[in-house]
Every structure is written in C-alpha cells, then in structure tokens.
C-alpha cells in the first residue's frame, strides 16, 4: 500500500512499483472513452498483462480467486491507462461507477472478492477520489477468454 497522504497518482502508482502500460486504439469500431462535459465513460478493459498476454480462465474452473483477483487489478490498471490518456489521472474528481465481469464457473460465487482487488488499486492510486460505487457480476464467458473484464464511468475535471 501507498502513502495515501501523496497526492500525485503517478507517485502512488510508483510506490506499489507499477507503471502504466501503452495501450493502444481499440481494435474494433467503439471508442476507448467517450467524454460528455465532466463525465467520462470508459469502454471495457479486459485482464490483459502490458506484454500483451491476456489472463484467461474461469474463476472456479481452471482459475483460482487469487488469479481472478490478480485479474481485475490488471485490468484496473488498463482502466488507469486509459484514464491517464483521456485526461490524465491528476484530473479525475471521482470514479463514480466500476463494473466487474469476472468469468466463472457455474458454481463460483465469489466474484465480489475477485472485484475487490481492482477497487482497492484504484483507491491506492486516485486516494479518495478511487472510492467508487460496484457492480461485481459473473459472466459465462468474456472477450478473448479474459478472465476480467470491467468498465467505469468517472467524473472529471471540467475544464481540462
């Protein structure tokens, strides 16, 4: 855990020793964001490492809660990235909204563990402005076989 007293998110992200990755345009015909005024809309980052290697799996098949876990903080960190790039972490006012896919099994129930993982790298990193409404929601199967997939709304600076 960071310094929660530090209020530059690069130094926070820094502390717990991890850098954004490049991610690049979306591969299909959507945007990565979309901005209206103060809100912005983040389309879905899936659990993919900065190698380009995507973590696949179904928590309580083939993947275990901690690799879910493990998961939805890569994934969080690309949501991060794309935050960074849309209008740069120092301007965010609130992650208002995280939705968390998590592929599982039928019988798996512990997606809200799993999702706890990308709540807690954006608190660390965005301090108070990282404490945010979820949604933690099993799925069948996720694009590319992620094994986490999320999105987020978040409220912005206006003038930036």
Same mark, same amino acid.
């Given at each position: 855990m960071t310094d929660t007293n530090t209020h530059d998110p690069q130094l926070r992200l820094a502390g717990r020793q991890l850098t954004l990755p490049d991610l690049g345009a979306p591969a299909y015909a959507y945007e990565a964001w979309t901005r209206h005024r103060d809100i912005l809309y983040l389309s879905g980052q899936i659990s993919r490492a900065a190698d380009g290697h995507v973590l696949t799996g179904r928590a309580g098949a083939d993947a275990t809660v901690a690799e879910a876990s493990a998961a939805a903080e890569t994934a969080a960190l690309n949501l991060l990235a794309r935050i960074d790039q849309a209008v740069g972490l120092g301007h965010v006012r609130q992650i208002l909204k995280l939705n968390v896919w998590v592929a599982s099994d039928a019988d798996f129930t512990d997606q809200p563990t799993a999702a706890? &993982?990308?709540?807690? +790298?954006?608190?660390? !990193? /965005?301090?108070?402005?990282?404490?945010? &409404?979820?949604?933690? +929601?099993?799925?069948? !199967? /996720?694009?590319?076989?992620?094994?986490?997939?999320l999105d987020a709304t978040v409220a912005v600076a206006v003038n930036e």
């Open positions: 706890e &993982a990308a709540s807690r +790298l954006l608190i660390d !990193v /965005l301090g108070d402005a990282g404490r945010h &409404a979820r949604t933690a +929601l099993p799925a069948h !199967v /996720l694009p590319k076989n992620a094994l986490v997939e």
